[in-house]
C-alpha cells in the first residue's frame, strides 16, 4: 500500500476462479488481454487485489498454472487473510478483528455431528476458516442447523455456501466484503480513498463486495445462479452492478468500458502494435507491445517480412545492449539477427508471453528507467527474468515512440531458468 504516494486513481478487485481466471480457456486469451491492458494502463498509478476462496497454498499453485499478473494486495481463504506485495506480508490487525468470538476447535466439534459434510483437504484448513462439500439439496438445511448450534456455543459465525458443493464457516467479521470494507477504512485513515473501485466475481462467496457502498461491480457472464440470485433480490435496481455478456477477464474489461473508468482497449486487439499513437505512448505501453510483437513474430502469427526487423532496428538504439540473464552481453542488432531464424519457431505451440509489474520512473528529460518482471510460458512451463531497460522518447514532443538503449536481465528466484536457449530477447 505505501508503493503509491496518493490515492489510487483506479482500484480492481476481483475474485479468480471464473472471473480473472478462465478455465475453459485453453489459451488464457481473456487473462492475457486484461494483463496487457493493466500493465499498459494502469498499473503504474492503480491498485490490483485478488480476493479468492483459495488458501495460500491453492493460489501459489493457480500461479503456476496460469499466466497471472502479481496483486498488490491478496485477498484469500474467502477473506480471512490479508496480505501485502510480492512477499505476501500478513494485515495483523485483519487476524485481530477475526479473533472476536472465534473458536475453530468449537466450530469442527459442532460440524463433525453433520454427516452430509465432507472435509476439504488440509490446506483450506486456515486459521479463521474451516472449509466443507456438502450436497446442493441439503446446503440449505445444515446451514441453518449448524449457524443454530454455533451460536448456542457463544461463537458469532457466517456459513458462506458457494460454487454448488463449498461449505466455508468463519467469523462473523470475516468475509470478501468485510475485507474490503477493512481496506478501504485503511485507505480512507491515509487519505489514500481509490479514485474508483471495480469489484468482479462470479459466485456466491463474491456476493458481499457488491454490497459494499460505492463500488462499481461487474458478474461475469458465466456468473453462477447462486450470485445472479442474490443479485436479483438485492441490486437488481442499482446502476453501479453489470451482469457483463463477455466471459471472466474479458468482462472486466467490458465493464471498465461500460463505467468509463478507464482506457479498455488492450494491446493485445490492437492490428498494428507498431504504430504510434499518442495515447499509447507511454513507457509501459512501449514495453507490454515490444513483447506482444516479439511473441507474434515467434508464433508465426505476422509475416516473416524485413518490415519487423525494420520496426525492431527502429527502436533499438546503436551501440545498445543487451545482457541476458545468463549474463552473456550482446548488441541489440545481434539479437535481431538472431531473431531472423527464429520466426515462427513456436507455431502451433502453447508459447505465450508477457510482462508483470511494469514500473517506468523517470531520470532525465526524455529518459525512463523502467523495470519489470517478463514471463514466458512454454506448455505447462514457466520461466521468467527481472529486467532493467532504459528507454528514451524520440523527437521533443515525445510522439515519435521509443528508443531502447540498454536491456539488462536476471533470471528470478520464481521461476528461474529452465532453457537458456529458447530465451532470445
Known amino acids: 500500500m505505501e508503493r503509491l504516494s496518493s490515492s489510487a486513481k483506479f482500484m480492481i478487485v476481483s475474485d479468480l476462479d471464473h472471473t480473472m481466471v478462465d478455465h475453459h480457456d485453453p489459451e488464457n486469451m481473456s487473462l492475457l488481454r486484461f494483463n496487457a491492458l493493466w500493465e499498459s494502463s494502469y498499473r503504474h498509478d492503480s491498485l490490483l487485489v485478488f480476493s479468492t476462496g483459495r488458501s495460500p497454498t491453492l493460489y501459489k499453485q493457480l500461479r503456476k498454472e496460469k499466466p497471472m ?4 494486495i491478496t485477498i484469500m481463504s474467502v477473506g480471512t487473510e490479508i496480505t501485502y506485495g510480492n512477499s505476501m506480508v500478513p494485515d495483523g490487525g485483519w487476524e485481530e478483528v477475526l479473533n472476536q468470538k472465534w473458536d475453530r476447535n468449537i466450530v469442527k466439534e459442532e460440524a463433525s455431528k453433520f454427516p452430509e459434510l465432507t472435509l476439504q483437504s488440509e490446506t483450506e484448513q486456515r486459521p479463521h476458516k474451516v472449509s466443507f462439500y456438502v450436497d446442493k439439496s441439503k446446503a440449505q438445511d445444515v446451514t441453518k442447523e449448524l449457524s443454530e448450534l454455533l451460536a448456542q456455543q457463544g461463537l458469532d459465525v457466517k456459513i458462506i455456501y458457494s460454487g454448488g458443493m463449498d461449505l466455508d464457516i468463519l467469523p462473523q467479521g470475516a468475509g470478501k466484503g468485510q475485507a474490503l470494507a477493512y481496506l478501504l477504512s485503511k485507505f480512507k485513515a491515509e487519505g489514500k480513498l481509490p479514485t474508483n473501485t471495480l469489484v468482479c466475481g462470479d ?12 463500488v462499481y461491480g461487474v458478474m461475469v457472464s458465466n456468473a453462477q445462479e447462486e450470485l445472479l440470485l442474490w443479485h436479483a433480490e438485492n441490486a437488481k435496481d442499482n446502476p453501479k452492478i453489470i451482469h457483463a455478456t463477455e466471459r471472466c477477464a474479458s468482462g472486466i474489461i467490458q465493464a471498465i468500458g461500460h463505467f468509463g473508468l478507464g482506457p479498455n482497449t488492450s494491446p493485445r486487439d490492437e492490428a498494428d502494435l507498431s504504430g504510434c499513437k499518442k495515447e499509447n505512448l507511454s513507457p509501459s505501453g512501449e514495453v507490454v507491445r515490444f513483447y506482444l510483437l516479439h511473441e507474434k513474430w515467434r508464433r508465426g502469427e505476422i509475416e516473416n517480412s524485413e518490415s519487423y526487423i525494420t520496426t525492431l532496428e527502429a ?17 541489440f ?18 508459447y505465450r508471453v508477457w510482462v508483470d509489474q511494469v514500473f517506468p520512473t523517470k531520470i532525465g528529460s526524455d529518459t525512463w528507467l523502467v523495470k519489470f518482471q517478463k514471463w514466458e510460458m512454454h506448455g505447462e512451463e514457466q520461466q521468467s527474468c527481472l529486467c532493467s531497460a532504459v528507454l528514451v ?10 528508443t531502447w538503449l540498454h536491456l539488462h536481465q536476471t533470471w528470478s528466484l520464481v521461476a528461474g531458468a529452465k532453457d537458456h536457449l529458447t530465451w532470445l530477447l
Not at 69 to 72: H, I, S, V
Not at 333 to 350: F, M, P, T, V, Y
Not at 393 to 402: F, I, N, R, S, V
Open 69 to 72: 499478473l502479481t496483486p498488490d
Open 203 to 214: 459466485s456466491g462467496n463474491d456476493a458481499e463486495l457488491f454490497s459494499i457502498p460505492d
Open 315 to 331: 527502436v533499438c538504439q546503436l551501440p545498445g545492449v543487451f545482457v541476458h540473464p545468463s549474463g552473456v552481453e550482446q548488441s
Open 333 to 350: 542488432r545481434e539479437c535481431i539477427s538472431a531473431l531472423k531464424g527464429n520466426h515462427g519457431d513456436q507455431q502451433g505451440k502453447q
Open 393 to 402: 522518447t524520440k523527437g521533443a514532443d515525445g510522439l515519435d515512440g521509443w
